[in-house]
């Protein structure tokens, strides 16, 4: 057993630490209240190789191991753990379903996405299906060489500022999983328009609707077999939602660090905070928790990286890390006193984007029932699912 980074990891870690620390965190609020993608700041974190950490080098990425993409994905949050949820998250999954595209559609989306000059969206969910996702019902129809969708996708994060998008569409009628077939499709296509969000949180990558009125793509732009899309899309998830969790940990943790600076030094009745045992078991609670939990995220992404199954510790984390962090931030605010509660510290900031994992790529409740599937097996769900 290894518990250790490697020499070259923990090189990547501070550099994508000083990064976050420079050039993420100072903006991280004036992102938030202008509601701006940083476009410049992410073609400069492709540049440095931040996005698509593991795709291959021939297709242009670095060919590192997904430990060190959550490495990076965990560091660039401890800066802004809002804007990953596009690079990092969303980017893994379009990454990832791209590098099965062919040459063209690789060197047409996947190549400017890797140099952090165009930004993808991943879209699965609708208005009338979210954790069941299979049953999604936007269609794509054949015509000739070519495919005519139509439909609507909710909740999509950074919609309003998307290149492209990857949409799942449904090839085959009816309500069946199998029926749903993936496509890459250029935003200014005829057909398509969007609908943004007031949201909570991740003000900056505004998130939206994408409407798609008889949109006509080529043939060539289907990513994988016909029917075989929701597989797919699966298969992103169970790294996606780990590193959605770094994504949740790294604040909380920053949060901590500054919380027990803050109750070192300031004092009361004489004594520094950090002496009452009802300030500092909080901290020392969510410490261990959250470090816990740290250490199985990088455990399941290792279990990758060997070619085994991560659903299980996925699942797990994914119900675990969201809310951890949010219960740790909430501490925090109050443990700051009224301080605390103004904007003039991140600490709410980081409570209102953290909050959106706790949905995002899918919640709690249905993460639980994943780990109940891969532990008790699927006869002893509550009902068939996918
Ligand atoms: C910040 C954010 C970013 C997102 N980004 C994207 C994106 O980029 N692309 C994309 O496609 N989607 C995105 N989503 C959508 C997200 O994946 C869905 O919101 C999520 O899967 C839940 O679906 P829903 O909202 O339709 O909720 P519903 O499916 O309607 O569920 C509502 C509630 O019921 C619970 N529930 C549902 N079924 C069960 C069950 N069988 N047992 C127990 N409880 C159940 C759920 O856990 C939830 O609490 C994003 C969401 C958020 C909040």
């Known amino acids: 057993m290894d518990f250790d980074f490697s020499k070259e990891q923990k090189l990547i870690q501070k550099e994508v630490r000083r990064f976050a620390q420079e050039e993420l965190a100072p903006r991280y609020s004036q992102w938030d209240r202008e509601r701006k993608y940083p476009r410049e700041l992410v073609k ?11 795709v291959s080098q021939e297709l ?12 990076v994905c965990e560091e660039l949050s401890r800066g802004d753990c809002s804007l990953p949820m596009s690079t990092q998250v969303a980017g893994h999954l379009c990454a990832g379903l791209l590098e099965q595209g062919s040459r063209s559609v690789q060197k047409a ?4 996405f890797l140099a952090g000059e165009q930004v993808c969206a991943f879209c699965l969910t609708e208005p009338g299906s979210g954790t069941d996702a299979g049953a999604l019902q936007t269609s ?39 029926g749903v077939s993936c496509f890459v499709v250029p935003c200014n296509l005829p057909g398509m328009s969007t609908q943004a969000y007031e949201d909570l949180g991740c003000n900056a990558i505004v998130r939206g609707s994408l409407f798609l009125q ?51 030094g300031r004092t009361a009745f004489g004594r520094p905070l950090a002496t009452f045992e009802a ?37 797990m984390v994914k119900w675990m890390a969201p809310r951890f962090s949010t219960n740790a931030i909430r501490d925090c605010i109050t443990l700051h006193g009224h301080y605390g509660y103004t904007k003039e510290y991140p600490l709410e900031q980081r409570l209102r984007d953290v909050l959106a994992i706790e949905i995002a790529d899918g919640t709690s409740q249905v993460s639980k029932l994943v780990v109940q599937r891969e532990m008790m097996g699927r006869e002893f769900l509550p009902y068939n699912y996918r």
């Not at 169970?238 to 027990?260: G, H, K, N, W, Y």
């Open 279 to 315: 300030v500092s078991f909080p901290i020392i609670e969510h410490f261990s928790l959250l470090e816990a939990v740290r250490l199985l995220c990088y455990k399941a992404l290792w279990l990758r990286d060997q070619g085994q199954s991560s659903t299980k510790e996925a699942g």
């Open 140 to 178: 794509a129809v054949r015509k000739g060489d070519a495919y005519v969708l139509n439909g609507e996708k909710s909740g999509i994060t950074a919609i309003m500022d998307a290149d492209f998008a990857l949409v799942f569409a449904r090839t085959t009628p009816g309500h069946d999983a199998r």
């Open 214 to 264: 008889n949109v006509e793509i080529p043939e060539s732009y289907r990513i994988g077999e016909e029917g075989r899309g929701f597989r797919l899309a699966m298969r992103g998830f169970d790294i996606s939602r780990i590193f959605l969790c770094l994504e949740a940990i790294a604040p909380a943790l920053v949060s901590l660090q500054e919380t027990m600076a803050h109750v070192k």
């Open 44 to 54: 400069k974190m492709g540049d440095l190789g931040y996005i698509g950490v593991s």
């Open 60 to 71: 242009g990425g670095l060919g590192e191991s997904y430990v060190t993409e959550g490495l």
């Open 109 to 112: 989306f996947l190549d400017p």
